[in-house]
């Protein structure tokens, strides 16, 4: 079974966690909901908490297949500056192993280094990160190497639906994508 991390930190874009954990557990991949520090309950940008089940620190990069991250920029900004996020970030980026990012959490990835050329975030996030490769609004998701990325809360369900088709196949993805009526993804 695929494992996927999803680190939340205060002031994470809700719609876009969730989305994420909801399609990659209807997909059956084991989601590992982490904080970064002691603190299970997690407040995102408007007010809707979450509860952690790991603490950043706990988590292997070795136990896991990919790592994603939710926007908001609170959030991504917490996640730039946590130690263990970008240590797993970079270890993951070494090992090829996947990652992904969505909204102004494209931020977070730069700073570790981890960014490839093509990606795309929250339109004006851009210039907080490099405008060279950026796509801007051409896809809802855009791939370069082992690096996904995505735009924004309107994206979250295409998002997890193409982590799905990454590590679960077609099959699984155009499942899911049908029963959730989400035709719109390509």
């Not at 994420?20 to 970064?36: K, N, Q, Y």
């Not at 102004?104 to 490839?116: D, E, I, R, T, W």
């Not at 339109?123 to 998701?141: A, H, L, N, R």
Request: hydrophobic fraction near 40%; aromatic fraction near 6%.
């Amino acid at each position: 079974m695929s494992r996927v991390l999803v680190p939340l930190a205060c002031g994470f874009e809700e719609i876009e966690a969730v989305s994420i954990i909801d399609v990659l557990r209807r997909a059956e991949i084991e989601v590992l909901v982490t904080s970064l520090d002691e603190n299970s309950l997690v407040k995102g940008a408007n007010g809707i908490t979450l509860k952690a089940d790991f603490e950043m620190k706990d988590i292997d990069s070795d136990e896991i297949d990919m790592i994603v991250l939710p926007g908001g920029w609170d959030g991504t900004h917490a996640l730039a500056d946590d130690e263990n996020v970008q240590r797993i970030l970079k270890e993951m980026d070494t090992k090829g192993k996947n990652i992904g990012a969505i909204c102004a959490a494209p931020f977070a990835l730069n700073k570790a280094g981890v960014l490839k050329k093509n990606y795309t975030c929250y339109p004006s996030v851009e210039d907080d990160i490099k405008k060279d490769g950026y796509q801007g609004d051409k896809k809802m998701v855009v791939e370069d190497a082992n690096v996904m990325t995505s735009r924004g809360p309107a994206t979250a369900m295409c998002f997890a639906l193409e982590i799905v088709r990454k590590l679960k196949g077609e099959d699984m993805y155009e499942m899911l994508k049908g029963g959730l009526l989400a035709t719109y993804c390509s």
